[in-house]
């Protein structure tokens, strides 16, 4: 038994889409937010980016090198962030891959449509 | 190195509270969402309660009873659930606790005023 049928969400029932290179992802869309669970493989390349959603983050397996703005930093399982809407943001897997939740509000499939191309 | 300083959230820099017994967390208020980091004792209990706000939940260590509005469930690490807004739902820690990260949107402190009781 998992969570109660009504709020349940099975990472692992097959709704992963793999829409670029070395990534899959599971989304659940909800009225407020969305979650979202990452799997990337070693070195996988999340290419800069930027929405109006706040994007909040937490390594849960590997390591990920992420850019938000004109910052650098690296992160391990157990550490999180958190992007406000509109910054751009890039990031990269560490050599043993990464497994990455995210949370976005408003609610943000983050391959619904093409991610706008940062100009800065 | 962890996150970029803008956007780095440090789950163990000390904004803990320990608001309920055998419960402690830290939350970090966004604009659009919040994320809180709960660690639970073993049988630590959250009492039923409900508000507005959406709430995201993912099991990252440990076990969880939870409970959602007539409907009950075991959640172990890997385990996530979503709950509507004003929806009424306890939980309870497994036996060796519970690490438990959530998402709340619109953001919420999870403690920051008593929580309305459930009348159902």
Redesign the interface.
């Known amino acids: ?11 692992s029932d097959g709704q992963e889409q793999s829409p670029l290179a070395g990534i899959s992802v599971s989304v ?1 869309l ?4 969305s ?1 979202a ?1 990452f799997r990337l493989d070693p070195g996988a390349v999340v290419p800069r980016h930027s929405h109006p ?2 994007e ?1 983050g ?1 390594v ?1 397996e590997g390591a990920l090198t ?4 004109d ?5 391990v399982a ?8 509109d ?1 751009p ?1 890039a990031a990269v897997a560490g050599p043993d891959g990464c497994l990455l ?1 995210e ?4 609610p943000r499939d983050p391959f619904a449509a093409p991610a706008k191309e940062a100009t800065s």
């Open positions: 038994m998992t969570a109660p049928e009504s709020a349940r969400i099975d990472w659940r909800g009225r407020e937010l979650a669970m959603n706040e909040f937490q849960v992420l850019e938000v703005g910052e650098r930093g690296h992160l157990g550490d999180a962030f958190l992007i406000p809407g910054l943001h939740l949370c976005y509000a408003p």
